[in-house]
C-alpha cells in the first residue's frame, strides 16, 4: 500500500521520529504535529495537543492514518477532538506502553474505527534490525498488514498480541526489572560506602547491576516514571516483589535452607529450556565486562 497520509501526533519525540522515518523511507507521506516550532518533516504543524487550534480538520484532510506517539494520559485526552475531524475509516495506532485504556477509549467513542498498536521493544536510538516490536491488533486476522510488511522491511521481528494481552506482558518485561533496578539504586544511595571504593573492587554481577542502573539514570526519567506509573498491572507487580523479599528474609532469618534450595529448583523449572540460553547471555556479559576492566 503505497503513499498513504499519514500524520504522527508527538512526531518531535523519539518513538514519533523513529516511526516518521520508518514510513516516510517506505513511501508514504508523514505529516508532523507536536507543540515545539518545528519539525525535520517536509509538512509540520505546531499544536498544543491539549489546546489544538479551531482549523485542525485541514490538517487531517485526506489523512488514512493517524499515529499516537504521546503518553497515554495525553493520548486519550486528544482522541475525542482527533475523532472529531476525521472519518470513522481512518486508522488510529497507539504507540502507548500500555494499550487497553486507550483502545477501550478508543472504542467507547468510536466502535468501528479500525486500531492497531505499535510498541518497539528497544530505544529509537539503536539500529531496528533484528529488534523485536509487538503489533496489537483487535483480532488475528488483521486488515492493516501492509503495516507488518513496513517493519519487516526494515528486519524487525513482529510478535502480535492482543491489548490486554499486551499489558499483563508489558507488567512483566517492563514494570519488573526496572522496578528492581530502581530499588537497587535506591538502595546503593542509602549505602555510605565509598562509590569509588565500589567500583575498584565490584565483582561481574555487581558492575552489571550498576551498568543497568545507569543506562536507565542517562535517560530521560519520564520513561521510567510511565513505566511505573502508567501500567495498570505495575501496583501488583510491585507488590509481588515485596512478597517474594519478604519471604527470602524469613528463609533466611529462619535458616531453612531447604526452602531456599526448593525455591531455587522451582525457578530453574519455570526457566526450563530457556535457562541455559539466558545462562549463555550471563556468560557473554561477564567476559565483555572482564575484558573490559
Known amino acids: 500500500m503505497n503513499n498513504l497520509k499519514i500524520v504522527i501526533l508527538g512526531s518531535n519525540g523519539a518513538i514519533g521520529s523513529f516511526l516518521g522515518r520508518i514510513f516516510s523511507t ?10 515545539q516550532l518545528s519539525g525535520n518533516y517536509t509538512s509540520y504543524s505546531q499544536i498544543d495537543l491539549l489546546d489544538p487550534i479551531s482549523n485542525i480538520d485541514e490538517i487531517f484532510n485526506e489523512a488514512d492514518v493517524i499515529i499516537f506517539t504521546l503518553p497515554e494520559t495525553v493520548a486519550i485526552k486528544a482522541l475525542p477532538w482527533v475523532l472529531s475531524a476525521i472519518n470513522d475509516n481512518v486508522l488510529i495506532v497507539s504507540t502507548c506502553s500500555v494499550q487497553e485504556p486507550f ?20 530505544s529509537p536510538s539503536l539500529q531496528e534490525k533484528n529488534r523485536p516490536v509487538i503489533l496489537i491488533i483487535e483480532d488475528m486476522h488483521n486488515e492493516h498488514g501492509w503495516i507488518e ?13 492482543r491489548p490486554k494481552e499486551h499489558d499483563k506482558v508489558m507488567a512483566l518485561c517492563q514494570v519488573l526489572p526496572h522496578a528492581l533496578i530502581l530499588a537497587f539504586g535506591l538502595a546503593l544511595k542509602a549505602n555510605s560506602i565509598d562509590i569509588n571504593v565500589l567500583y575498584n573492587i565490584t565483582p561481574p554481577p555487581m558492575r552489571t547491576m550498576l551498568a543497568l542502573l545507569s543506562r536507565l539514570l542517562v535517560n530521560p526519567k519520564e520513561i521510567y516514571w510511565d513505566i511505573q506509573y502508567e501500567n495498570y498491572m505495575a501496583v501488583e507487580i510491585r507488590k509481588n516483589i515485596l512478597d517474594e523479599l519478604s519471604l527470602l528474609d524469613s528463609m533466611v532469618q529462619s535458616g ?8 531455587l529448583d522451582e525457578i530453574k523449572l519455570k526457566l526450563g529450556e530457556w535457562l541455559y540460553t539466558s545462562y549463555t547471555d550471563c556468560q557473554h556479559i561477564f567476559q565483555i565486562l572482564n575484558e573490559d576492566k
Open 256 to 263: 531453612d535452607k531447604v526452602e531456599f534450595n526448593h525455591s
Open 26 to 35: 517506505s513511501g508514504h507521506t508523514v505529516h508532523g504535529i507536536d507543540k
Open 149 to 161: 510488511l513496513v517493519l519487516t522491511k526494515f528486519q524487525m521481528r513482529i510478535t502480535k498480541m
Open 103 to 122: 483502545y477501550s477509549s478508543l472504542k467507547t467513542i468510536s466502535p468501528q474505527q479500525p486500531f492497531i498498536g505499535i510498541n518497539p521493544m528497544f
